[in-house]
């Protein structure tokens, strides 16, 4: 019998479910709503290939020789489409433009949220902005490889170890692929996440058409929730938000990601975007409460790539300790009470449990 990567380091990234070439493994909700790799014992010819492949039982050491920037896009129209700085809507439009595809995560109309291929500049705000909850892969892997081998330019962000999983999952360089990370706190769970929109759904009558997790309409960096209903629109502050609060608490965010591995500058994509937290004390004039974006290049091919954009972007080159924020030094704490809230998840109401924060 296989024995699968450990529950407290799986980040359910689902290479090995497309690695396993029995398709004898599939990713199931465990009790909390995330999704883990099951393996179908009679269909595994146990080849160990889903191990060998799993990027979190991997230890490469990285050699990265970054470059720091701070930037927003020029274009207040492209840098509003951004949660931060608009680094993320520049560099698609770019590869767009090339005739490539750009992989982002989707808002999608049953309220999962899950990566998406775009093909079309209109189709941008689709895949733009921060959604927090885990996005599901499954529906691109083979997309991405067929785009790869026809030679497309194909971009692709996502969190780090989504990145990872890619990469484990396609097994070789490709010159005609961008990765892009980003900084990550951690990815709340799917489930529970779309049991708090069915709850605001009841709440307000009406289902949520559209949740930006981070508004910019109050000029706050982004610290509004804006939620469009069919006949109207709600907009508070991200910490009046009961999923936020729950997340911005630790509470609903993956085991793996009290542990990951990429909470540092060193990573294995070509360019790491995050927001430019403390941007006031090395660049005032930058800090319009309209987000900005911390930018580490940390290939070649990454900073070709800011390059190609960098016309369109009020920027500055900085070092590494003016760009460094928490998640970029240690993974977000487990909360000692998390055990214990969720297991009332699992025997409250939801309503009622959402409350808890
Ligand atoms: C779950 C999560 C946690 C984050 N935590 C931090 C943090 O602690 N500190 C920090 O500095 N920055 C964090 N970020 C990154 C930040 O919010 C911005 O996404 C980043 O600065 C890029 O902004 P932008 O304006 O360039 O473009 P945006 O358009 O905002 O770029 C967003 C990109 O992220 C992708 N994306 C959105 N949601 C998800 C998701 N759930 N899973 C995978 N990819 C997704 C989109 O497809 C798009 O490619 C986090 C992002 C996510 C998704």
Redesign the pocket.
């Known amino acids: 019998m296989i024995n699968l990567t450990p529950k407290k380091i799986c980040t359910g990234c689902g290479a090995c479910v497309k690695i396993c070439p029995r398709q004898a493994i599939t990713l199931k909700p465990d009790k909390e709503g995330f999704l883990y790799p099951s393996i179908n014992e009679s269909l595994c010819s146990h080849c160990s290939l889903c191990v060998q492949k799993c990027p979190c039982l991997k230890t490469a050491s990285i050699v990265n020789h970054n470059l720091y920037f701070g930037a927003h896009s020029k274009e207040p129209s492209i840098r509003s489409?951004?949660?931060?700085?608009?680094?993320?809507?520049l560099l698609?439009i770019h590869v767009l433009q090339q005739g490539g595809i750009v992989f982002?995560?989707?808002l999608m109309e049953d309220g999962s949220?899950a990566?998406n291929g775009i093909e079309r500049i209109e189709d941008l705000d689709k895949?733009?902005?921060?959604?927090?909850?885990?996005?599901n892969l499954s529906n691109v892997w083979e997309t991405i490889q067929t785009s790869l081998a026809e030679g497309r330019i194909v971009l692709f962000?996502?969190?780090p170890c989504?990145t990872e999983g890619l990469q484990s999952y396609l097994g070789k360089d490709y010159s005609n692929l961008f990765l892009?990370d980003?900084?990550?706190?951690?990815?709340p769970s799917p489930e529970i996440w779309q049991r708090y929109i069915n709850f605001l759904q009841r709440k307000y009558a009406s289902k949520p058409l559209m949740f930006y997790f981070?508004d910019k309409c109050n000029q706050d960096n982004g610290h509004t929730v804006k939620i469009q209903c069919k006949e109207k629109e709600y907009t508070y502050s991200v910490y009046k938000d009961l999923f936020l609060r729950s997340y911005f608490k630790n509470v609903n965010i993956r085991p793996s990601c009290y542990h990951c591995s990429h909470c540092t500058v060193l990573r294995k994509s070509d360019i790491t975007?995050?927001?430019f937290?403390g941007i006031e004390r090395i660049r005032p004039l930058f800090d319009d409460g309209m987000?900005n974006?911390?930018i580490i290049c940390h290939t070649t091919k990454g900073k070709a790539l800011f390059n190609a954009i960098e016309e369109q972007l009020f920027w500055f080159s900085c070092e590494e300790q003016d760009i460094l924020?928490?998640?970029l030094i240690e993974p977000t704490k487990y909360p000692l009470l998390r055990w214990f809230y969720m297991l009332l998840y699992r025997i409250l109401p939801f309503s009622l449990w959402i409350r808890l924060f």
Do not use: E, N
């Open positions: 489409l951004g949660s931060s700085g608009g680094i993320f809507p698609a982002g995560a989707c949220v990566h895949i733009t902005k921060t959604k927090y909850v885990q996005s962000c996502g969190t989504q892009i980003l900084v990550c706190y951690g990815v981070r975007l995050g927001d937290w987000g974006s911390i924020q928490p998640r």
